[in-house]
């Protein structure tokens, strides 16, 4: 609401600055840029801003140069705490403040209190020609608090002027407005001021005499001594009330405390209310007066008005004589009850009530659209991070209206509960990935027009400890001519995994070394990215059927796990190497001089022998020990697994088998070298 009352201030604010003078238009800043008022209004040029920020200001302002904005900070914000808050002190000595420029436009005022005015005979609070004035506090000047002359119109709105004309001094006329000019009320509380005649509203035809009003209470005002008209007192002027609620007006006689009509003047009543303010509560006194009253609540009816010298009188057949049912008169509230005669009592032909219904009588309508009713009010909740989508509640159950009207809500929360209604008006949340956090408010609201009913619960949202983030293997890398010797140091690295939680993660590293069927592990703890293993801390111990290891070449797969509390997660990937041990590298081109099957040593040989060969290129390689017939009688290298360029052994464990030739075969990369053995038995 703030926000939409701001936008609209300031919308307004280029729209009058646009319109008065849209190129030199300027915002003059009180005390900013001028110590006083004053000295900020005879700075500004035709259409310029004064813009007073709060505080006491006790001077005379007197706008008489150039047609200009003077306003409070409620101008650029829409908050009505500035108009309580920046005033215009008379003191009790001088006016306070006066406008009378001429030229195009009309002087426009808004968002301050004028009090304790005096030392002149009308106008100690205001003293105007043709002007607007919005949003005003004027009280505790002396009568005639409020002055108004011009011929041309002069407005009013939302403002309140109360307690006038009860400082010794000043007019006796009109003590919260005196005019003879034209004047127009609209929102306004004209309330316990006093004055001889007219306590709240003295109104004279010098310059026209006409005062309209809409949505006005006129109320708690006092014509003193034997004077005459507590509310108003019309002398052959012209006055039309609208929605007018007059009530608690007194005179010292006790009659015609509302409304005294003298001279020619002309009085009209319409969807208005006059209540409490003695009997008769109207008085004309003129041949020349003309009176007409209808669709109006007015005390004792056609005998709460008294006529004098045969005035014209038309008191309609739409009147009504009835209590209209305030909700607490004596401190001060007239709005209506919900059984109050005056509600849907105005005339049908006027303009709705903002509720949609037919005009009320008086100032204050009652609104007959009944705000939502909260029938189930939603409990708190609680649930765990990372919990997904969650239905809180179905608002057409949470929610009814009385006037079975369909109603529609707004919600308002955290930005993270990703809050979200459907079209069938059920409720979820889905808390973002990774967030959490204490009773966090969330607020429904139900709307029926212009009423709303508001929900309020809170959600917890507890934290779990979240997996950690994935994570990329970098060396050593897939390519299979990545091999190392028992001399080497193997540097492992792996890129980081980023907890969602801001906690520590350690590392796993594993190792698996393939070689025929069997498969080894070991593991190493890290709390760093990198691991730096020389091959000889490794213990190599792999076995293969049929045959001794000496010279070992083995496949090598090795991933890192990331731990974080009791989670984890594995490396994207699975990288791969060779390692060998006693298996000699040229150190110049790491090559082989060929590929080759040696002689074997010892050959003859009892039960073993060492077959030694040489592979020039990286392949898978298989050895097989064949009889003369050209069956294979043992397997060693099963030519499943690649193996690295460079001189290799095997021992060949030939127990169980009967003595003979045999042949020993080598496949590598498409070549195949044979050679014979003899086992001696």
Same mark, same amino acid.
């Given at each position: 609401?703030?926000?939409? +009352?701001?936008?609209?201030?300031?919308?307004?604010?280029? %729209?009058?600055?646009?319109?008065?003078?849209?190129?030199?238009?300027?915002?003059?800043?009180?005390?900013? =840029?001028?110590?006083?008022?004053?000295?900020?209004?005879?700075?500004?040029?035709?259409?310029?801003?004064?813009?007073?920020?709060?505080?006491?200001?006790?001077?005379?302002?007197?706008?008489?140069?150039? $047609?200009?904005?003077?306003?409070?900070? %409620?101008?650029?914000?829409?908050?009505?705490?500035?108009? =309580?808050?920046?005033?215009? @002190?008379?003191?009790?000595?001088?006016?306070?403040?006066? !406008?009378?420029?001429?030229?195009?436009?009309?002087?426009?005022?808004?968002?301050?209190?004028?009090? #304790?005015?005096?030392?002149?005979?009308?106008?100690?609070?205001?003293?105007?020609?043709?002007?607007?004035?919005?949003?005003?506090?004027?009280?505790?000047?002396?009568?005639?608090?409020?002055?108004?002359?011009?011929?041309? &119109?002069?407005?009013?709105?939302?403002?309140?002027?109360?307690?006038? /004309?009860?400082?010794?001094?000043?007019?006796?006329?009109?003590?919260?407005?005196?005019?003879?000019?034209?004047?127009?009320?609209?929102?306004?509380?004209?309330?316990?001021?006093?004055?001889? *005649?007219?306590?709240?509203?003295?109104?004279?035809?010098?310059?026209?005499?006409?005062?309209?009003?809409?949505?006005?209470?006129?109320?708690?005002?006092?014509?003193?001594?034997?004077?005459?008209?507590?509310?108003?007192?019309?002398?052959?002027?012209?006055? $039309?009330?609208?929605?007018?609620?007059?009530?608690?007006?007194?005179?010292?006689?006790?009659?015609?405390?509302?409304?005294?009509?003298?001279?020619?003047?002309?009085?009209?009543?319409?969807?208005?209310?006059?209540?409490?303010?003695?009997?008769?509560?109207?008085?004309?006194?003129?041949?020349?007066?003309?009176?007409?009253?209808?669709?109006? =609540?007015?005390?004792?009816?056609?005998?709460?008005?008294?006529? /004098?010298?045969?005035?014209?009188?038309?008191?309609?057949?739409?009147?009504?004589?009835?209590?209209?049912?305030?909700?607490?008169?004596?401190?001060? @509230?007239?709005?209506?009850?919900?059984?109050?005669?005056?509600?849907?009592?105005?005339?049908?032909? &006027?303009?709705?009530?903002?509720?949609?219904?037919?005009?009320?009588?008086?100032?204050?309508?009652?609104?007959?659209?009944?705000?939502?009713?909260?029938?189930?009010?939603?409990?708190?909740?609680?649930?765990?991070?990372?919990?997904?989508?969650?239905?809180?509640?179905?608002?057409?159950? !949470?929610?009814?209206?009385? *006037?079975?009207?369909?109603?529609?809500?707004?919600?308002?929360?955290?930005?993270?509960?990703?809050?979200?209604?459907?079209?069938?008006?059920?409720?979820?949340?889905?808390?973002?990935? #990774?967030?959490?956090?204490?009773?966090?408010?969330?607020?429904?609201?139900?709307?029926?027009?212009?009423?709303?009913?508001?929900?309020?619960?809170?959600?917890?949202?507890?934290?779990?400890?979240?997996?950690?983030?994935?994570?990329?293997?970098?060396?050593?890398?897939?390519?299979?001519? =990545?091999?190392?010797?028992?001399? @080497?140091?193997?540097?492992?690295?792996?890129?980081?995994?980023?907890?969602? *939680?801001?906690?520590? $993660?350690?590392?796993?590293?594993?190792?698996?070394?393939?070689?025929?069927?069997?498969?080894?592990?070991?593991?190493?703890?890290?709390?760093?990215?990198?691991?730096?293993?020389?091959?000889?801390?490794?213990?190599?111990?792999?076995?293969?059927?049929?045959?001794?290891?000496?010279?070992?070449?083995?496949?090598?797969?090795?991933?890192?796990?990331?731990?974080?509390?009791?989670?984890?997660?594995?490396? *994207? &990937?699975?990288?791969?190497?060779?390692?060998?041990?006693?298996?000699?590298?040229?150190?110049?081109?790491?090559?082989?001089?060929?590929?080759?099957?040696?002689?074997?040593?010892?050959?003859?040989?009892?039960?073993?022998?060492?077959?030694?060969?040489?592979?020039?290129?990286?392949?898978?390689?298989?050895?097989?020990?064949?009889?003369?017939? /050209?069956?294979? $009688? +043992?397997?060693?290298?099963?030519?499943?697994?690649?193996?690295?360029?460079?001189?290799?052994?095997?021992?060949?464990?030939?127990?169980?088998?009967?003595?003979?030739?045999?042949?020993?075969?080598?496949?590598?990369?498409?070549?195949?070298?044979?050679?014979?053995? %003899?086992?001696?038995?």
């Amino acid at each position: 609401m703030a926000r939409t +009352q701001l936008c609209t201030a300031l919308f307004a604010v280029l %729209i009058m600055l646009s319109s008065v003078n849209p190129v030199h238009a300027a915002i003059i800043n009180i005390p900013a =840029d001028q110590q006083t008022i004053q000295a900020g209004v005879d700075a500004a040029e035709a259409g310029d801003t004064v813009l007073v920020a709060p505080g006491v200001y006790r001077e005379f302002v007197w706008i008489r140069r150039n $047609v200009v904005t003077l306003a409070s900070l %409620i101008f650029t914000t829409g908050d009505p705490a500035y108009i =309580d808050s920046t005033i215009i @002190d008379g003191e009790e000595e001088r006016a306070c403040l006066k !406008v009378s420029a001429s030229g195009d436009g009309t002087s426009f005022v808004r968002g301050f209190t004028i009090r #304790n005015g005096g030392g002149v005979s009308h106008g100690a609070g205001i003293s105007t020609g043709r002007a607007t004035f919005e949003d005003m506090v004027v009280t505790n000047c002396t009568c005639g608090a409020v002055y108004t002359w011009a011929e041309d &119109s002069v407005s009013f709105t939302r403002c309140k002027i109360t307690r006038n /004309g009860w400082i010794e001094g000043g007019n006796t006329q009109g003590g919260g407005m005196y005019t003879q000019g034209r004047v127009f009320l609209e929102d306004c509380v004209i309330a316990d001021n006093r004055a001889l *005649d007219g306590g709240g509203i003295f109104v004279t035809r010098l310059n026209g005499g006409e005062l309209h009003a809409k949505h006005v209470l006129i109320s708690g005002n006092i014509a003193m001594d034997e004077g005459r008209g507590g509310g108003i007192y019309l002398r052959n002027s012209l006055a $039309v009330l609208d929605q007018v609620t007059l009530t608690g007006n007194r005179t010292p006689n006790g009659d015609d405390a509302a409304i005294y009509g003298g001279g020619e003047c002309s009085l009209t009543l319409m969807n208005s209310l006059g209540f409490n303010n003695g009997t008769p509560s109207i008085r004309v006194m003129d041949r020349n007066a003309r009176l007409e009253v209808d669709f109006s =609540d007015i005390e004792g009816g056609i005998n709460g008005i008294v006529e /004098g010298g045969e005035a014209d009188i038309n008191y309609g057949d739409n009147n009504i004589d009835a209590d209209p049912l305030f909700v607490d008169p004596d401190n001060g @509230d007239y709005h209506l009850t919900e059984n109050s005669p005056c509600i849907d009592a105005g005339d049908p032909d &006027s303009p709705l009530d903002p509720d949609g219904t037919r005009a009320d009588m008086g100032a204050f309508y009652f609104p007959q659209v009944h705000p939502p009713v909260l029938d189930h009010p939603i409990p708190d909740i609680t649930v765990a991070e990372d919990c997904g989508a969650v239905m809180i509640a179905d608002l057409d159950t !949470v929610f009814s209206d009385v *006037d079975g009207d369909s109603l529609w809500y707004a919600v308002i929360g955290a930005e993270e509960l990703h809050l979200a209604l459907n079209e069938d008006n059920l409720l979820w949340f889905e808390p973002a990935l #990774n967030f959490n956090g204490d009773s966090l408010a969330v607020e429904v609201r139900a709307y029926s027009g212009n009423d709303s009913t508001t929900a309020e619960f809170l959600v917890s949202v507890t934290p779990v400890n979240d997996v950690p983030g994935h994570f990329n293997l970098l060396s050593p890398n897939r390519h299979e001519l =990545d091999w190392f010797n028992e001399w @080497d140091t193997i540097r492992f690295e792996w890129e980081a995994s980023v907890d969602p *939680d801001h906690e520590t $993660v350690r590392y796993l590293l594993r190792l698996d070394f393939h070689y025929g069927p069997h498969i080894d592990s070991v593991a190493f703890d890290a709390d760093t990215l990198t691991v730096c293993c020389p091959s000889d801390t490794i213990d190599l111990a792999p076995w293969q059927p049929g045959g001794q290891i000496i010279n070992v070449i083995q496949k090598v797969s090795w991933w890192v796990v990331a731990i974080s509390g009791a989670d984890s997660v594995r490396s *994207d &990937s699975i990288f791969t190497f060779w390692l060998g041990t006693g298996v000699e590298k040229d150190r110049e081109n790491n090559e082989p001089s060929a590929f080759n099957l040696h002689s074997l040593s010892p050959n003859p040989f009892n039960s073993s022998t060492t077959i030694r060969f040489g592979l020039s290129k990286l392949a898978t390689t298989r050895i097989g020990i064949y009889g003369l017939n /050209g069956r294979i $009688v +043992q397997e060693l290298w099963t030519g499943r697994d690649a193996y690295p360029p460079g001189e290799h052994a095997v021992v060949w464990n030939a127990e169980g088998l009967p003595g003979g030739v045999y042949l020993v075969r080598l496949e590598s990369g498409g070549e195949v070298k044979t050679t014979k053995a %003899i086992l001696l038995r």
